[in-house]
Nanobody
């Protein structure tokens, strides 16, 4: 069973940076797509970025392009999200997600929330102005 655990959240001032990590267990192959989502209080959960674990190919939401970088270390079974130039609108709970990259739903360009069967519990990011 795949299990995901996020860490690295915290409170920063606007313009600051954070690195989120997601430790994965139960993944025995690189044929996975992993991603980051975020959910602000009272709002729906939104996609941030995806990455193919095998190739490192990345996909970003417009809100993340140029500021956030998703990466992975397959040997360490760890996913990262480097966030720079943070602003108060980035305040949210950040979730790590994973899915097998086999089949149509496994396409990493598919950023629909319901295509990901595995989720972490989240890590809180708070950005103050």
């Amino acid at each position: 069973q795949v299990q995901l655990m996020e860490s690295g959240g915290g409170s920063v001032q606007a313009g600051g940076s954070l690195r989120l990590s997601c430790a994965a267990s139960g993944i025995t192959t690189s044929a996975y797509c992993m991603g980051w989502f975020r959910q602000a209080p009272g709002r729906e959960r939104l996609w941030v970025a995806n990455i193919y674990v095998s190739s490192g190919t990345t996909y970003y939401a417009d809100s993340a392009k140029g500021r956030f970088t998703i990466s992975r270390d397959y040997a360490e079974r760890t996913l990262y999200l480097d966030m720079n130039g943070l602003n108060p609108e980035d305040t949210a709970m950040y979730f790590c997600a994973a899915k097998s990259s086999y089949g149509p739903s496994g396409n990493c360009a598919n950023f629909m929330e319901d295509s990901f069967p595995y989720w972490g519990k989240g890590t809180q990011v708070t950005v103050s102005s």
